[in-house]
């Protein structure tokens, strides 16, 4: 069972926007830290899609925005593209016992 | 353009020990730490460990009794070892670039994942 919860699927069609959400507890996204986003397409390796709750790396597209309010997080997807069908994790900071890295258990986005 | 290769056994057995090494192009390892997390069939990503050159390392609380984390920075790589497996640790294990905003850690690097089997 993971830390941060995710739901396990979630769909859209072309062009349309979809949200993700992930939800943690007083010790993680409740603290002081920030929330990852990351993209996992079948064979490829994860790829970095938001870093520090609402920040792209460069090459990014703009229609991947994210957000945290209190204990939970937010990833939204505008303009629905085939190719963002993936699975989707958010990632970030426990404190409890000596502090490490936790991660959502995944949501599959489907592009009807 | 960094680039990290996971490497090692395909197929161990169980009560054995795992090991992997993360051979780092493109960047040095004692520019940043440096992590492992991995992803079993069907299920999300779990954090293992992670580790600077000289030696600082944290351990996943879960897995800790059984992990070892290393770097050589003459060979700019970075070693895992699991002692112990069973099937559960079945997983493909990725090795991953990490950096820290000060909020806590991330993943902007990561290598394509081998895929480690446990079974006799």
């Known amino acids: 069972q993971s830390v941060l919860t995710q739901p396990p699927s979630v769909s859209g069609a072309p062009g349309q926007t979809v949200t993700i959400s992930c939800t943690g507890s007083s010790s993680n996204i409740g603290a002081i830290y920030d929330v990852q986003w990351y993209q996992i397409s079948p064979g490829t390796a994860p790829k970095l899609i938001i870093y520090g709750n609402n920040n792209r790396p460069s090459g990014v597209p703009d229609r991947f925005s994210g957000s945290k309010s209190g204990a939970s997080a937010s990833l939204a997807i505008t303009g629905l593209r085939a190719e963002d069908e993936a699975d989707y994790y958010c990632q970030s900071y426990d404190a409890t016992l000596s502090g490490y890295v936790v991660f959502g258990g995944g949501t599959k986005l489907t592009v009807l | 353009q960094v680039q990290l290769q996971e490497s090692g056994p395909g197929l161990v057995k169980p009560a054995e020990t795992l090991s992997l090494t993360c051979t780092v192009s493109?960047?040095?390892?004692?520019?940043?730490?440096w992590g492992w997390i991995r992803q079993s069939p069907g299920k999300g990503l779990e954090w293992i460990a992670n580790?600077?050159?000289?030696?600082?390392?944290n351990y996943n609380p879960s897995l800790k009794s059984r992990v070892t984390i290393s770097a050589d920075a003459s060979k700019n790589q970075v070693s895992l070892k699991l002692r112990s497996v069973t099937a559960a640790d079945t997983a493909v294990y990725y090795c991953?670039?990490?950096?820290?905003?000060?909020?806590?850690?991330?993943?902007?690097?990561w290598g394509q994942g081998t895929l480690v089997s446990v079974s006799s």
């Open positions: 991953a670039r990490e950096k820290n905003n000060g909020y806590g850690e991330f993943y902007d690097f």
């Open positions: 493109g960047d040095s390892i004692t520019s940043h730490y």
């Open positions: 580790i600077y050159y000289s030696g600082t390392t």
